[in-house]
């Protein structure tokens, strides 16, 4: 079964006003449990409004959500126990920290589920061990952190909460090129380990081919395709005509294949093009010694 | 949700009291506001009314707003005129129950004052649905400015005001983002006892008040790298100035004032 599922689902900013704008029109969506998927889309293009849906912070104007076979909004109680199954991680998520310590901040989400303090305990510790927070931190004031630190104290707190799809909106944004990798490589490894779905929201193509498992794109309020990194990136003129990129690893070899160096098409890792490129020189040289 | 709120929402547009002075408008709505209360009867104060209507028939304001602008007030408006009804206890009695009379004066008086508020608020609400905040602003800055021989801050107050408005959305958007962040960790903010209900607004209070203190940061230090050093000196991109429809638009404020104090002294009950 799809751990979440959409069915037409319409979202209408500002309905009756002069400012009406359909932000996500008619979206049909299965999302299959343990993916890791990559959304991608221009801004504007409806990502973080979908995302605000799967854990019913907005209801859709039509159309209806299943999270784990069940309806969102038919019940409003069972609203917050949705928001345990699905977390979500807003961009910049330093700034909802307010505890006095670090431990108290990622203890919030696991303390609102209502479980008992040992297990509270235990999430928090595992967590931070897994995100790479020491003990150290843990005691710390959220403020006195730099700001790679802080952001990954505030995505620790809503993975404590061990929902079974985490979403993440640009975690990365804001940083600098290493705590970037650093905050991507320590959800992938959360992945790896809890193996739930990951929904992980991004503008940049690199860190969505390198990652990801499958590919979702949204193009004004509509998705344009939802497959995986090969199929996706295979569309690489119709992504650039919605103003997005394939990854520029990609684009050198497109460019080279153009130039009649033929070395491979699906290249899409800054890795896997290394070592087709050290492959073919070899073989070069092997050619003609 | 927290978008609802209008505070002195401006709609723009192009009517003749769009194009006005802010300045002009200013003076002109505190004479308004003299004209509601120079009204001794109800004859005039429908002088007052028909200002009000055929105003905002000038300034393209759709109607609804005019409810918008009540709902606040609705409660002001229940308050006095339930005053006015009880207490008032000269007149013809309508209708009598042991200490309670409803008599023809309370009615009259309740309707006159309920008219008169109604029209206060609608009136001057249109000074701020065709005034952009920093129209306002800029205008009460200019004519507050003789206060300055007296060494009142004038200029340091109405940049105050300006930057307060300016980041009104911007904190109303900030406090929507916190919320939904914290609801989506869980945080219960629809139910419980008060108290468990003030507690709830810790989570959103802290983290909105830290980003205040670095955002104000960040403007000062933004504002002091182009050099700001307060008004003195100071020239306005914009000048105010007056044109031909604001003398008329104040000729038309005199002769409904006008009309107001004639009916006062001919029309009597």
Known sequence: ?289 | MLKDITIGQFFPGKSPIHRMDSRVKLLLTVAFIVMLFLAKNMYSLGIGVIFTLVTYLISDIPFKMILKSLKPIMPILIFTSILNLLFIRTGDVYWEWKIIKITSDGVDTAVFMTVRIICLIVGSSLLTYTTSPIDLTDGLEKLLSPLKKIRVPVHELAMMMTIALRFIPTLIEETDKIMAAQKARGADMETGSIIKRAKALVPILIPLFVSSFRRAEELALAMECRCYHGGEGRTRLKQLKMHLVDLIAALYVAAFIAGVVLVNIYVKK
């Open chain 1, 1 to 289: 079964m799809s751990v979440i599922k959409t069915e037409a689902l319409t979202y209408v900013y500002g309905e009756g006003t002069p400012f009406r704008k359909v932000a996500v029109d008619n979206v049909d969506l299965e999302i299959e449990e343990g993916e890791f998927i990559g959304v991608i889309g221009h801004t504007g293009s409806g990502k973080s409004t979908l995302i605000q849906h799967f854990n019913g912070l907005l209801k859709p104007t039509s159309g209806s959500i299943y999270i784990d076979g069940e309806k969102l909004w038919e019940d409003k109680a069972r609203l917050r126990a949705i928001r345990f199954k699905v977390g979500l991680v807003f961009q910049y998520p330093e700034y909802q920290l307010f505890e006095e310590t670090c431990y108290k901040d990622i203890a919030f989400g696991p303390k609102n589920m209502g479980l008992s303090e040992e297990e509270i305990d235990k999430r928090v510790r595992e967590t931070a061990k897994l995100f790479g927070i020491s003990d150290a931190m843990l005691e710390k004031s959220p403020f006195e952190l730099s700001g790679g630190q802080k952001r990954r104290v505030a995505i620790a707190g809503v993975m404590a909460m061990e929902p079974k799809v985490l979403i993440l909106d640009e975690p990365a944004s804001g940083l600098d090129p290493k705590g970037r990798s650093k905050i991507l490589g320590l959800i992938r490894e959360y992945h790896r380990e809890k193996k739930n779905t990951v929904m992980l929201v991004s503008h940049s193509m690199e860190d969505v081919a390198k990652h990801c498992s499958r590919i979702l794109v949204m193009n004004s309020a509509k998705i344009f395709c939802y497959d995986t990194p090969v199929n996706v990136f295979g569309r690489a003129s119709e992504l650039e005509s919605m103003g997005l990129a394939v990854p520029q690893i990609t684009r050198v070899f497109n460019r080279l294949k153009a130039l009649g160096h033929d070395l491979g098409d699906e290249v899409y890792t800054v890795g896997y093009g290394k070592e087709l490129l050290l492959n073919s020189l070899r073989k070069k040289q092997g050619g003609e010694p």
